[in-house]
């Protein structure tokens, strides 16, 4: 059983490694990414011990499909004779603050330094704009690459290509599937490793070799997710906005009137604290078409009445870590991912809504993804009036016609609104033989807002 946080706790004098938070809640969002049966899914299921592959289509293929989430605490012997890196070890998020070492003859006690959330994102080329929405939280990234192939595979490149866009300043790479090769081959990855990473934003990065299939040297892995990945400072007292990555009805079919619960909306508070009972608002809420004022969006009040981090209930929620609002809405609203990408805050203090939005943008100079060689000789073309993007805003995915462009400026109008702040950074998305490519990223300097 886990910690109880006291309810009457005073949340302005906590931080994000107080272990009066850590103990129920992740404070920290850690990516896992990189190319296709890479191992992402296993190495986050031996930290974690939860298996994010869930759904029938995933299972049937092996594959990840949708971003998968997972919780895990990170902790460290105290007994200074416990040798590295076994003296590092990780369990669920529902154990206590302190356990005792297992090594033989250890006597030391675990105790918590970190609690993460993880979250898995797809490999597969046809899937790169769910890893965009996944990487609107993430605040750090472990990249998986395999041993027995050649690297940088086209999905390390794109997903590399997709953090820098982010500026994730800390990276762990993991050489995975370190079983299934010799020696001289692992040697020969390990440098190719260290050329890809070269002048990037993971230049120098730590290279953990791991079986993830085998669980060998992952305690490797959790002590440097605990010493090279720092948790972010977080500001506890700003008003609370939290980016939605799914939605749900947790009520069973069949279920009597008087059983039913509201609906369930998940993902990662960037700033702020939510609290039960509180009066929130979900942005762009309910849009629909007027005759008069064009597209319209209403914005969904409604109340917390539950909040909760996977097995762990909460008081209070803080940023970083992943967590579920359990609201008093409809639960129709929030079923079937209804509400993914829209953003969460206090009601009557949430940013603009946008349909028309001006950026200042950056494209890459050649094509990431599919077909390296090929992509090495394709030249990011420039935006050019009235073609088709797809940004992401936040977690929101978003088709986008330009509708001028000036220098590095453009004009776009959007499919469907989206809620977001001045300077906010998104990115920018082609579609390129029949798939939507990572061609850019971009500044959102101002905006037409939307009628309410």
């Known amino acids: 059983m886990t910690e109880t946080i006291n309810q009457h706790v005073d949340i302005s004098q906590l931080s994000a490694t107080s272990l009066e938070v850590m103990a129920n809640q992740a404070t920290i969002n850690i ?13 986050v299921k031996a930290i974690s011990g939860i298996k994010t592959v869930r759904f029938k289509s995933e299972l049937e293929r092996n594959i990840t499909i949708k971003l998968g989430y997972a919780n895990a605490k990170i902790y ?29 003859g250890c006597g030391g006690k675990l105790q918590l330094q970190r609690h993460v959330s993880f979250v898995d994102c797809p490999g597969h080329e046809s899937l790169m704009s769910t890893m965009l929405s996944g990487a609107a939280v993430m605040d750090a990234a472990i990249l998986m690459v395999a041993a027995n192939e050649p690297c940088p595979q ?16 800390n990276v762990v790479i993991v050489q995975n599937k370190i079983d299934l090769v010799d020696q001289k081959s692992a040697e020969t990855n390990y440098e190719q490793v260290k050329s890809f990473i070269s002048g990037t934003i993971a230049e120098g990065s730590p290279i953990v070799p791991i079986s993830a299939q085998f669980e060998l040297n992952v305690d490797a892995v959790v002590e440097y997710l605990y010493r090279h990945i720092p948790v972010p400072m977080r500001d506890f007292n700003a008003s609370p906005y939290m980016v939605i990555v799914r939605s749900f009805d947790v009520n069973k079919p069949g279920a009597e009137v008087d059983q039913l619960v509201g609906g369930v909306v998940g993902g990662s508070i960037l700033r702020g604290t939510l609290n039960l009972d509180q009066a929130i608002e979900i942005r762009p809420g309910i849009t629909f078409r007027d005759n008069q004022n ?11 009445a539950s909040l909760r981090a996977e097995s762990n209930m909460l008081q209070f929620a803080v940023p970083g870590g992943l967590v579920g609002v359990g609201t008093i809405l409809d639960p129709m609203l929030a079923s079937k991912n209804r509400l993914v990408g829209q953003v969460l805050g206090s ?23 599919s077909n390296l060689e090929k992509c090495k000789q394709v030249k ?30 453009a004009k776009l109008v959007l499919h469907k609104p989206a809620c977001a702040e001045r300077d906010e950074q998104i990115s920018l998305s082609r579609k390129i033989d029949s798939q939507w490519r990572l061609v850019g990223w971009a500044t959102i300097i101002q905006g037409k807002a939307l009628s309410m």
């Open 154 to 169: 086209p999905q390390t490149a794109e997903h590399m290509g997709a953090i820098e866009i982010m500026k994730l300043q």
């Open 380 to 409: 990011v073309k420039k935006l050019a009036k009235d073609e088709i993007l797809q940004v992401n805003v936040g977690a929101n995915k978003i088709a986008a016609r330009v509708t001028a462009v000036k220098g590095d400026r």
């Open 347 to 369: 009601a009557g203090r949430m940013p603009s809504m946008y349909k028309e939005v001006v950026i200042s943008y950056n494209l890459l100079q050649r094509l990431l993804g």
């Open 31 to 43: 990516g896992a990414i990189g190319h296709v049966a890479h191992g992402k899914s296993t190495l």
């Open 294 to 304: 064009g597209i319209v969006s209403k914005p969904i009040v409604t109340k917390i």
């Open 76 to 104: 460290k012997c105290d007994n200074a004779k416990c040798p590295r890196p076994d003296c590092f070890k990780s369990f669920a998020s529902n154990k206590p603050i302190q356990l005792p070492c297992k090594r033989p």
